[in-house]
């Protein structure tokens, strides 16, 4: 049993790219068996059209299978459309919040590596992920990431990485989302539950 299926309390999101998912920009997610999808391509977002969040817990597990895989998980942006794909996600970028994925932190304006505001756990360009808590390429970890008010938070596997508590401008309620990065990047997520609080 999944340390993610002792919450009673949480409501599982299912994790089938055709149950309730659209895809905005390029790429895909593939279902690859056992509750499991994986990003390909990009970039793109798969994101859950029923529903959107306003204050919540969301949890989920993720891995990466090589070092250079990038993804985020994406909380509180607007309806993204479908027709434009070089423009759809964009405003998921421009308008919410992104939870990063990435343990080389890199920063692709300054081309360099290491950046804390782009390392896994990361409030992406907002909040540093204060240490690098990602278990090794291949193995699972768990996201609890915390939306209450203007107060974000994030845990990785159990350890705090990232908090942003300032009013930026974006909205307090939303969609969620699954980003994928680029081709070559495979990150496969599964067991996404939600509490709203």
């Given at each position: 049993?999944?340390?993610?299926?002792?919450?009673?309390?949480?409501?599982?999101?299912p994790?089938?790219?055709?149950?309730?998912?659209?895809?905005?920009?390029?790429?895909?997610?593939?279902?690859?068996?056992?509750g499991?999808i994986?990003?390909?391509?990009?970039?793109?977002?798969?994101?859950?059209?029923?529903?959107?969040?306003?204050?919540?817990?969301l949890?989920?597990?993720?891995?990466?299978?090589?070092?250079?895989?990038?993804?985020?998980?994406f909380l509180?942006?607007?309806?993204?459309?479908?027709?434009?794909?070089?423009?759809?996600?964009?405003?998921?970028?421009?308008d919410?919040?992104?939870?990063?994925?990435?343990?080389?932190?890199?920063?692709?304006?300054?081309?360099?590596?290491?950046?804390?505001?782009?390392?896994?756990?990361?409030?992406?360009?907002?909040?540093?992920?204060?240490?690098?808590?990602?278990?090794?390429?291949?193995?699972?970890?768990?996201?609890?990431i915390?939306?209450?008010?203007?107060?974000?938070?994030?845990?990785?596997?159990?350890?705090?990485?990232a908090?942003?508590?300032?009013?930026?401008?974006?909205?307090?309620?939303?969609?969620?989302?699954?980003q994928?990065?680029?081709?070559?990047?495979?990150?496969?997520?599964?067991?996404?539950?939600?509490?709203?609080?």
């Amino acid at each position: 049993m999944s340390d993610l299926d002792r919450f009673a309390d949480f409501i599982s999101v299912p994790m089938e790219p055709s149950d309730g998912w659209a895809m905005a920009g390029h790429g895909r997610f593939n279902a690859i068996g056992d509750g499991v999808i994986e990003s390909e391509g990009g970039p793109g977002l798969l994101w859950y059209r029923p529903e959107t969040f306003a204050d919540f817990i969301l949890r989920v597990e993720w891995r990466a299978s090589s070092i250079e895989d990038n993804s985020g998980i994406f909380l509180r942006f607007p309806a993204l459309g479908t027709d434009d794909p070089d423009r759809d996600w964009r405003r998921a970028v421009t308008d919410g919040y992104e939870v990063q994925i990435d343990d080389r932190g890199h920063d692709p304006e300054a081309g360099a590596f290491g950046s804390p505001l782009h390392r896994t756990g990361a409030i992406y360009r907002l909040a540093p992920a204060t240490v690098l808590a990602s278990r090794p390429i291949g193995e699972w970890n768990g996201f609890e990431i915390t939306a209450l008010g203007l107060d974000l938070s994030v845990l990785l596997n159990g350890t705090p990485v990232a908090r942003f508590d300032r009013d930026v401008g974006r909205p307090r309620s939303g969609h969620i989302g699954l980003q994928n990065h680029h081709a070559g990047s495979r990150v496969q997520f599964r067991n996404m539950r939600v509490r709203r609080l």
